[in-house]
């Protein structure tokens, strides 16, 4: 692995629900290289959306530390983009001024912005429609305004928390080749929550599978297949089949589950990477 970039240490994170303390993390340990593209898998409530949080700066920890390039994460920076399930766009505002939300905090000259802004909606193919309000838009070119808007900055880690778990099936293949066509070209370190395996084996470099209540890394599992990959390799089959078989374990139902495939048993071969997840 690179030098790590994202690091987590001992990370806890505690909210309390009707005065009860509820353990939404539990001891997360986790080294993220630069440049690494990482899943994040797990059943509904395991603390993947929290983790995703706690990167991005926009919650605090109960205790343990995050770093991002060896400074400590205590709030948004520039230099981490994020991507929600809704794009989460302004519906007074035309695609361009959306996407230019994401320099708000920028000290870049005007003009920088602005092309800044061309540039990013030429590489998700938005550039027609810059002047268009989002009701004009395609659910898949919404999101594409979102992850525009995530990488305006220029940041060095975008953060998905689920991007296309609203799209239908064709429009979510198109995007992900897109996104990883675009990690590739930028060089950017990607940490993707999603509760689909298929995109979690075809995306990543690793997948972190999570177990509930409390939230813990349960395993990590590493894909070591060549990009571009095949959706309909018997490779992929096999990665999904290992995170599926991990995440049964956990007692999680997930959308693979739930379309009928089954996870084959490996004989206890799953790579165990505990190691890395310390
Ligand atoms: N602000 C909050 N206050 C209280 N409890 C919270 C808060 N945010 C999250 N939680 C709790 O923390 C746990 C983890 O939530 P989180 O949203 O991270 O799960 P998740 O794995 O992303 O779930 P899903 O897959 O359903 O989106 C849940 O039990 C949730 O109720």
Redesign the pocket.
């Known amino acids: 692995m690179n030098r790590p970039h994202l690091t987590v240490e001992h990370i806890t994170r505690q909210?309390q629900?009707d005065g009860e303390p509820?353990v939404?993390l539990d001891d997360i340990n986790l080294d993220i290289a630069e440049g690494e593209f990482v899943t994040i898998v797990?059943a509904?409530?395991?603390?993947?959306?929290?983790l995703l949080r706690l990167f991005a700066g926009l919650d605090v920890a109960t205790s343990g530390t995050i770093r991002h390039a060896g400074e400590a994460v205590n709030e948004p920076s520039l230099d981490r983009g994020i991507v929600f399930q809704e794009p989460r766009l302004f519906p007074w505002l035309t695609v361009e001024k959306n996407v230019s939300l994401g320099l708000l905090n920028s000290r870049l000259p005007k003009a920088q912005k602005s092309e800044l802004v061309r540039d990013h909606l030429e590489l998700v193919g938005l550039s027609r429609f810059a002047n268009v309000y989002p009701y004009q838009l395609s659910g898949g070119m919404a999101q594409r305004a979102g992850i525009a808007r995530g990488l305006v900055s220029r940041p060095n880690v975008l953060l998905l928390d689920e991007p296309f778990g609203a799209l239908d099936a064709i429009t979510k293949a198109h995007l992900q080749d897109e996104l990883e066509e675009i990690w590739a070209k930028e060089n950017i370190t990607m940490v993707m929550?999603t509760?689909d395996v298929e995109e979690a084996v075809y995306l990543g470099d690793r997948v972190v599978v999570m177990s509930p209540r409390p939230?813990r890394i349960r395993e990590i599992i590493p894909v070591r297949l060549a990009r571009p990959r095949r959706r309909t390799s018997s490779e992929i089959a096999s990665a999904r089949d290992r995170v599926l078989k991990s995440l049964h374990a956990t007692g999680e139902n997930t959308q693979s589950q739930a379309k009928g495939s089954k996870p084959s048993d490996d004989g206890g071969r799953t790579e165990r990477t505990v190691a890395l997840a310390r």
């Open positions: 909210f629900i509820l939404a797990g509904s409530g395991c603390g993947k959306s929290t929550v509760h939230g």
